[in-house]
Structure formats: structure tokens, C-alpha cells
């Protein structure tokens, strides 16, 4: 929106025009520290736009080239701290190298629980909490690639997460919802291992008594 005018400006796809919006409909958007904004498509990739030129750039899936991203439906954004860009598909969590437009892909096989990201959550300790369509949420840590499992049993709503349904709270507590409810997380106590069993407390929240587990809320 110009906000002298009070007008707005829609930005479409035009197959004529290779700097324009990829095709798709858009699932995602976010800001990085440059003040360029990145659009997720479902079908149309990951695209950048320079708000100085008003023109997009495409980032496509080619199957010839292991260093693009791992598919053409992005699901959620997170610009990282270091200065790349996390991407959710629906093949893999994507990493964009930003200085030299390459992307480093990391599915089941590298550990994660599932190949489908709906969502990227960053907690306060860096690391990526990731919400899945099938595998319930996975812990990353980017610098050390080691990833941590959780679901039903560990007192998730269930194995599958929403597209568009996290947020993190001002005290740190992550949020991501589901078909069954959603999941208010404490990273700090999740993260805690219990070598027997499961540790069970309760916490308050909305004057009520909720039951965790491992950190975990479910409502």
C-alpha cells in the first residue's frame, strides 16, 4: 500500500515477464535483515523480492541440480541468524545460502521425522523446531545437524502439524497447531532428558491446571 495515496499495489504472475511472481499460490512470506522480502509457493517455489526495483527473483526445483531447492511447494519460512534462509517443503527442510544462492537439503534420511515442513520456529537457544505434515516436530540444531523426534507419545496433539500454525511467544514458548488442538512447548524442559519414563507435572495457564509432558502442553 502507498500510504500517500492510500492505494494499493497487487503483484501477480506474468508468464511473459521472468522478474515477476512465480506462479503458485503464496503459502509464506517473511523479512530478512536486508529488508528483502521471500515469498513461499505452492507450485512456484521460493521467490525474492527487492522492494528497491520491485522485481522478483525464482528459486526452482531442478531435478539436474543438487543445489536448488528440494521442491516447488514451500510451506514455511525463517530467516536464520547467520544470515541464510530456512525453507519447509514438501520434500525436506531447505537451507539457502544467500551469498551464493545454493541450497543444502535435509529429509528422513539426515534425521528428520518427516519430509513434508509446514513450519520453522527458531527457539532462544538457535535451534529450528520444525512442525511436520506426517512425522509430528523435529528439533535441529543447525550447527551440529543432530535432530530430535517427538510425537503422540511424548504428548504431542498428534503426528500432524498445520501450514501457518506456529508462532513463539515473548517468554520463548513455542506454539504449533494441529488437527487435534495445539502444542504450547517450553524448549528449555522439552529438551530435558528422562532416562525412566516420562516425567509428568502441571503448570497454569488460563486458570486452569494442564497437564505436560516433558515440557509440553496440549489443548
Known amino acids: 500500500m502507498n500510504r500517500g ?11 511473459d515477464n521472468p522478474n515477476s511472481l512465480g506462479k503458485g499460490n503464496v503459502t509464506s512470506m517473511v523479512v530478512d535483515a536486508r529488508g528483502m522480502l521471500w515469498i513461499g509457493l505452492w507450485g512456484g517455489g521460493l521467490n525474492r523480492l527487492d522492494p528497491a526495483t520491485e522485481t522478483f527473483q525464482r528459486f ?3 531435478a539436474g541440480n543438487p543445489a536448488s ?3 516447488n511447494e514451500v510451506w514455511g519460512l525463517l530467516p536464520g541468524t547467520d544470515g541464510d534462509l530456512w525453507a519447509g517443503t514438501s520434500s525436506g527442510l531447505n537451507r539457502l545460502n544467500c551469498q551464493i544462492g545454493e541450497f543444502t537439503v535435509y529429509r528422513r534420511k539426515e534425521g528428520l521425522s518427516g519430509d513434508r515442513i509446514h513450519t520453522i520456529l527458531e ?5 529450528l523446531w520444525l512442525g511436520t505434515a506426517d512425522g509430528g516436530i523435529t528439533v535441529f540444531d543447525s550447527r551440529t545437524c543432530e535432530t530430535h523426534g517427538y510425537d ?4 504431542l496433539q498428534g503426528k ?11 517468554d520463548g514458548t513455542l506454539i504449533f497447531g494441529g488437527r487435534n488442538g495445539f502444542n504450547i512447548i517450553h524448549p528449555k524442559i522439552a529438551l530435558i532428558a528422562v532416562p525412566e519414563g516420562r516425567m509428568r507435572t502441571c503448570i497454569r495457564w488460563a486458570c486452569f491446571a494442564l497437564p505436560i509432558l ?6
Open 60 to 62: 526452482l526445483h531442478d
Open 214 to 219: 516433558e515440557g509440553f502442553v496440549t489443548l
Open 152 to 155: 503422540s507419545s511424548d504428548g
Open 160 to 170: 500432524q502439524f498445520a501450514p501457518r500454525a506456529a508462532c513463539k511467544r515473548a
Open 5 to 15: 495515496t492510500g492505494k494499493f499495489k497487487i503483484f501477480r504472475h506474468d508468464p
Open 123 to 127: 527457539d532462544d537457544q538457535g535451534k
Open 69 to 71: 531447492i528440494s521442491s
